[in-house]
């Protein structure tokens, strides 16, 4: 058996996982017979993804696979020599690990999450707008783990456009997540923004929840958040993402090296809508909203 080793350093997500390695397969590597798939799951935890990751590495990975931005800077501290491919990350020459788009340099490449349209956050903020028509106030959830600054900038300026307040609310473990909710609430909040992160991912369902129970419209960065009965998500899809990962990493196997793998940045985006939310909500979604959504869940 020839000893290679993947990780995914997050909560497991059979969606996600089970498309990685059929496409793996695809490209010819079975777990058991010429590879071996080591997982790691932090859980939602951001915290965890450090030890996770250093002990990876220190089992002599032959590619470290990370998820999310935090996933990918826990890597990029626990090696400088093998080989890592980060999935869905939004900036990664902003976050420091890479160069360039372009020419990586270094042991690490991947595939962004929305770097080639950084408009996407105003966008959704946009949707969100147009589903609530009496929209005024927004809570915006973040991990207090990874502060996304300059999403947060991009927000804030799409906010004044459209006449909206925006309330920010920090996280740092799903512990935190009903009370940070419910505060917005307080607040006057009438819908939930969710940035992209470990923890709004491992914990979509209960986010959406969570913004049901309180009345809030939410809109979620992931697909998955729509499915898990979120009001709105308008994302690139991971599951793509998940796919292309596994062509890296057949890439590097086959000895290219990731400096010389540019990074590859997603061009479509998908709109779901979940119409049960909104009956719930007492929402009625207008015409041309419907119209432009790639699904509606029903």
Do not use: C
């Amino acid at each position: 058996m020839v000893d290679r080793y993947l990780v995914t350093v997050r909560r497991r997500a059979p969606p996600i996982d089970e498309t990685f390695e059929r496409s793996l397969k695809d490209l010819g590597y079975f777990d058991g017979q010429n590879v071996r798939l080591e997982h790691r799951y932090s859980r939602g935890q951001a915290g965890a993804l450090q030890p996770l990751a250093t002990g990876l590495v220190d089992l002599g990975v032959d590619v470290l696979v990370a998820w999310t931005p935090a996933g990918a800077l826990a890597a990029k501290r626990a090696t400088s020599q093998r080989p890592v491919v980060f999935l869905a990350v939004g900036d990664p020459v902003a976050l420091g690990l890479v160069s360039s788009l372009a020419r990586p340099g270094g042991n690490i490449t991947g595939i962004s999450f929305d770097v080639s349209s950084p408009e996407i956050y105003a966008k959704s903020l946009q949707l969100l707008d147009e589903a609530v028509p009496t929209l005024r106030h927004v809570a915006l959830l973040a991990s207090s783990e990874f502060p996304q600054a300059r999403t947060r900038q991009r927000l804030r300026a799409a906010a004044r456009q459209l006449g909206l307040d925006l309330q920010e609310i920090d996280v740092a473990t799903p512990a935190q997540l009903d009370a940070a909710v419910r505060n917005a609430k307080d607040h006057g909040a009438q819908a939930l923004y969710i940035l992209p992160t470990g923890l709004a991912y491992a914990f979509r369902k209960e986010l959406a929840d969570l913004a049901l129970s309180y009345r809030l419209a939410s809109v979620h960065p992931f697909r998955e958040g729509a499915m898990a009965g979120g009001l709105i998500s308008y994302a690139p899809s991971l599951t793509g993402i998940a796919k292309r990962g596994a062509f890296y990493v057949d890439k590097i196997l086959q000895g290219t090296k990731p400096a010389d793998l540019p990074i590859e940045q997603p061009t479509q985006f998908e709109l779901l809508i979940n119409l049960k939310t909104a009956k719930a909500l007492g929402l009625r979604i207008p015409p041309s909203l419907l119209a432009r959504a790639d699904q509606l869940i029903e």
